[in-house]
Nanobody, 121 residues
Framework: QVQLVESGGGSVQAGGSLKLSCAAS????????MGWYRQTPGKERELVSTINSDGTTRYADSVKGRFTISRDNGKNTLYLQMSSLKTEDTAVYYC???????????????WGQGTQVTVSS
């Protein structure tokens, strides 16, 4: 079992910055990929960024150059530094782990409860 707890969400004006954190606990959580996803009402959850255990990263085109994902395997913590925020970044942001009870997966398996990010103009 893996538990994920996000923090750092809040309200900010356009152009501002926020840093999200996700504390992970459980077996193997640091050996597999992790990621950030976001969802707005009426839309499907979408990928924001992922990072593998070797540090390889992937970003959605909409956030490239503005968001930076990182992880501290010693602390089992995932981060998302968000800069130059836009109103369209408003969403609930979810942390996800790609670990399963048996191995690492290429897809999210465990999810956090989500943290709201609101960007106002």
């Amino acid at each position: 079992q893996v538990q994920l707890v996000e923090s750092g969400g809040g309200s900010v004006q356009a152009g501002g910055s926020l840093k999200l954190s996700c504390a992970a606990s459980g077996y193997w959580s640091s050996r597999c990929g992790m990621g950030w996803y976001r969802q707005t009402p009426g839309k499907e959850r979408e990928l924001v960024s992922t990072i593998n255990s070797d540090g390889t990263t992937r970003y959605a085109d909409s956030v490239k150059g503005r968001f930076t994902i990182s992880r501290d395997n010693g602390k089992n913590t995932l981060y998302l530094q968000m800069s130059s925020l836009k109103t369209e970044d408003t969403a609930v942001y979810y942390c996800a782990s790609h670990v399963t009870p048996y191995a690492c997966s290429s897809s999210p398996y465990y999810w956090g409860q989500g943290t709201q990010v609101t960007v106002s103009s």
